[in-house]
């Protein structure tokens, strides 16, 4: 091994300028510095109970905290305590070689970018020294303030709490034999879906134990005690056990404490000397054990009990935030700052450590930094149906679709709360099979299936979106009014696939049993508001709600967003068997233009030009029989069907040009002109009238929108569309009064 010379503090590396403070070498540096842990050609310390080893990461520790705290300060905003207060975990896993290394926890983010300047990998985006740290922490196309896929090295994205198992759910079932910690808050863990979700996920897949949850218990949340704070270690090793977890790595600090502090959580940078190296021996002793427990198919949770701000500027729930006070020049950021600093040869010798760790920097190591390959799907058998002929159910159709790829493609999952029949699409499960550990053929159950079936709408939306962020193609299947409660972690990736530096399949989801199919149910599953999400989110750029009219149609909409890379596409369609009206050839015009005519102004008739611009699928059969009417009356009369409503946008309307994998497709002024122009327009959708946004910001003619109201119990559909006005006698009316007005 070469030895890492004494150097003295004049001798700085050039990656540490802009580091304000050095100090002097800790004792025993001349023992246990002499050369780098992680020796030439290796990528992990050979031996974690070797006294220099638990030494570098003790230093890695240190330095994590103080590049967190100077480079919050610079900016004087930033989540410091969270981190700092799980650092020797992080340090520990990274002396052991893991970097796929996930966070539930936005407010890590410091912590983060602090690791990855560290292995260099934030040299990729022109970061090479920490006064650069400092100058973009928090800045446009710099480090944004929570993580994101834009910076290189990191896995994913972490903003709302309870997102980050999902992550390393799906990296773990993508790569096996590869480990996935995340740290998980112990605010984060007060989360409704965060233990349920794991506890499914080993349930289906028993063998995908290398996934491993890295609890930060530090007794605060951000603003007050966490609400697990007065669980002694007996009841919380007892909980993750009874949640099914067969080994509990629960380190407490309060252990080696050798200064009488206060309370359950105590501050281990506050110990003496030698029990900071025995409670970092503690840590790293206990992540090696989990990680092979992990790897070696046990279900584990490593958890590092350690008083929230450990080591920076201040403790407990005060250390989550730093205000406009604490800049660089705040006693207590400088007070901080100068215990915390290191000597320069220590700086040497941790970046060697972190650059060599895992096989070098992770923008060059981590899974999601390369393309992951795919099987083909270009012989995906499509079948049209004649237009006029009989009546197709379009979720059935797709359907037969999905089982194809699925087949096609091993890796592929299908997921949905326990409603694939009650969505017309038992077929998918038919084929590939609901992953269940008891096998039953009248219920479709198999344990090696590939439909995916929690009782959670956040764990089917997290792990369908999990496996696309990691590479993988993946559809989410929902009730529509039930897709809210999984579209937080949906719309995370999304944005977050919208600066992904790699292509990755676009994440896919199917939303059926619309509002106006259930009138029996009564409002509780009438919720076509969501809508009005997906209609604000085609903004961003790389979100498309579809909206196939036909069973013809959504094959092609699907074909399509099997094509995609890093896009949101939501296909939202009927359970009823409805008429076919499009051909393939239209669905794909209407796909590419936005919209596709259905109806065409009748050349015989001189009168006044009405056009109905419509959303969806059931809400057509008002709007012809609409149209017959005005048609008697002298009126001529076309009806367009919009599927693809981004490309009605005008491109200024829409941040598509900021995209990874921009689309800038949108229709022409001439050809909005050619489609809705007219004496009068009127816009019908059953959902949310915002998805007829366009339409007000391009149309020249007299207009109005009919839009969903609020939802009711009734027998039939046509009585719920009567509820909310949606009647061939209101369009009627509407569309003679926009005519002579």
Request: include cysteine; charge should be negative.
């Amino acid at each position: 091994m070469t030895a890492v010379p004494p150097s003295p503090l004049s001798t700085v590396p050039a990656f540490c300028q802009g580091i304000q403070y050095f100090g002097d070498p800790m004792p025993d540096f001349e023992r246990y510095g002499k050369a780098p842990a992680i020796a030439p050609g290796q990528s992990a310390i050979s031996n974690p109970t070797d006294p220099a080893a638990v030494f570098q990461t003790l230093l890695l520790a240190d330095a994590l905290r103080y590049l967190v705290l100077q480079m919050t300060a610079s900016k004087a905003s930033g989540h410091p305590g969270g981190f700092a207060s799980q650092a020797e975990a992080y340090a520990s896993l990274v002396m052991l070689g893991y970097k796929n290394i996930v966070t539930e926890v936005g407010h890590h983010a410091p912590g983060f970018y602090s690791a990855m300047f560290l292995d260099r990998s934030l040299e990729d985006m022109g970061i090479n020294t920490v006064q650069q740290l400092r100058d973009r922490f928090r800045e446009q196309h710099g480090l944004l303030g929570h993580l994101s896929g834009y910076i290189p090295g990191i896995l994913a994205p972490a903003g709302p709490l309870g997102q980050g198992q999902h992550f390393a759910m799906a990296g773990a079932l993508l790569h096996p034999g590869t480990l996935f910690p995340y740290t998980l808050g112990d605010g984060g863990l007060g989360e409704p879906y965060v233990i349920s979700s794991m506890a499914h996920f080993h349930t289906a897949y028993p063998q995908a134990t290398n996934f491993l949850p890295v609890l930060v218990w530090n007794g605060y949340s951000q603003e007050h005690h966490s609400m697990v704070s007065i669980q002694s270690n007996e009841q919380m090793i007892h909980y993750w056990q009874g949640n099914g977890f067969d080994q509990v790595m629960l380190v407490d600090a309060k252990t080696f404490d050798d200064g009488n502090q206060s309370g359950d959580y105590v501050d281990s940078t506050a110990f003496g000397f030698e029990q900071r190296l025995a409670f970092t021996a503690a840590v790293l002793a206990a992540a090696h054990q989990a990680a092979q427990s992990a790897l070696n198919g046990q279900l584990t949770v490593l958890i590092l009990k350690q008083l929230k701000g450990a080591g920076v500027h201040a403790r407990g729930a005060k250390s989550h935030n730093l205000y406009a006070q604490h800049t660089l020049d705040n006693p207590e950021i400088v007070t901080a700052l100068k215990t915390r600093a290191l000597s320069a040869v220590a700086w040497e010798l941790v970046r060697t450590n972190c650059e060599r760790a895992g096989g070098g920097p992770a923008s060059r190591t981590v899974v999601t930094e390369s393309e992951r390959p795919l099987p083909d799907l270009s012989d995906l058998p499509l079948t049209e149906f004649k237009v006029g002929g009989e009546p197709q159910v379009s979720t059935t159709t797709m359907g037969r679709l999905v089982a194809q790829v699925g087949q096609s493609d091993p890796a592929f999952l299908v997921t949905n709360a326990d409603g694939n029949e009650a969505s017309g699409i038992a077929n998918i499960n038919q084929a590939l099979k609901i992953i269940h550990p008891t096998a039953d053929p009248l219920y479709n159950q198999h344990p090696r299936g590939q439909v995916y079936e929690p009782l959670s709408e956040d764990a089917c939306a997290g792990l369908a979106v999990g496996l696309a962020l990691m590479g993988s193609r993946s559809l989410w299947c929902s009730y529509e009014s039930f897709a809210i409660n999984g579209l937080p972690i949906w719309q995370t990736v999304i944005q977050a696939m919208a600066e992904l530096r790699r292509p990755t399949p676009s994440t896919v989801t199917l939303f059926t049993a619309g509002a106006l199919e259930q009138g029996r149910n009564g409002w509780t599953h009438q919720r076509p508001e969501v809508e009005a999400y997906f209609a604000a989110m085609m903004r961003n750029g790389n979100v498309f709600p579809l909206f196939p009219p036909d069973a013809n149609s959504i094959q092609v909409c699907y074909q399509w967003a099997l094509t995609t890379r890093n896009q949101g596409i939501v296909i939202t369609a009927s359970k009823t068997p409805l008429p076919i009206r499009t051909t393939f050839e239209q669905a794909r015009q209407g796909l590419a233009a936005g919209a596709v005519l259905l109806q065409e102004f009748t050349a015989s008739a001189p009168g006044k030009r009405v056009v109905f611009a419509v959303v969806g699928d059931m809400v057509l059969s008002p709007v012809v029989e609409s149209a017959a009417q005005l048609q008697t009356q002298g009126c001529s009369v076309r009806v367009v069907s919009v599927i693809n409503p981004r490309r009605l946008f005008r491109p200024q309307d829409v941040a598509w040009d900021t995209c990874a994998q921009p689309d800038g497709g949108f229709l022409e002024d001439a050809d909005f002109q050619h489609l809705f122009g007219g004496d009068a327009l009127i816009g019908v959708t059953g959902g949310a009238s915002a998805m007829l946004e366009p339409l007000l910001l391009r149309s020249r003619s007299p207009r109005d929108l009919f839009a969903w109201r609020r939802g009711e119990t009734t027998a039939t559909a046509g009585q719920l569309m009567a509820f909310n006005n949606l009647t061939a006698a209101s369009l009627t009316k509407r569309a003679l009064e926009l005519i002579v007005s």
